[in-house]
């Protein structure tokens, strides 16, 4: 089973940036999808980003395109989100999921079977 530990969240201004990091055991990074989905108050959750290993595939929500960037260390089993430019509506708890996806179908939905606990990112002036 995946296991995955995130880090790299904080507080930052507006305009500034961060990185999160996914690291996953259980797995290489060999056909697997990784997401990261974010939650803010009292909204439902949505996802941000999404890196499909078999196909080599990389997906953004229009509000995140040019400003968000995944990536991957293989050697280190870890994805990363660099999040530059960050905006006020940025604010939220951000999660990594992940799971086995040979075919590439996970990306654009939600159904990963392991979940991070969460870390949270909060842009404010």
């Known amino acids: 089973q995946l296991q995955i530990v995130e880090s790299g969240g904080g507080s930052v201004q507006p305009g500034g940036s961060l990185r999160l990091s996914c690291a996953v055991s259980?797995?290489?990074?060999?056909?697997?999808?990784i997401g990261w989905f974010r939650q803010a108050p009292g909204k439902e959750r949505e996802g941000v980003s999404c890196?499909?290993?078999?196909?080599?595939?990389?997906h953004y929500r229009d509000s995140v395109r040019g400003r968000f960037t995944m990536s991957r260390d293989d050697a280190k089993n870890t994805v990363f989100l660099q999040m530059n430019n960050l905006k006020p509506e940025d604010t939220a708890v951000y999660y990594c999921?992940?799971?086995?996806?040979?075919?590439?179908?996970?990306?654009?939905?939600?159904?990963?079977?392991?979940w991070g606990q969460g870390t949270q990112v909060t842009v404010s002036s």
């Open positions: 890196i499909s290993t078999s196909d080599g595939s990389t």
């Open positions: 259980g797995f290489t990074l060999d056909y697997v999808a």
């Open positions: 999921a992940a799971d086995l996806d040979p075919y590439g179908r996970l990306c654009g939905g939600d159904e990963f079977g392991s």
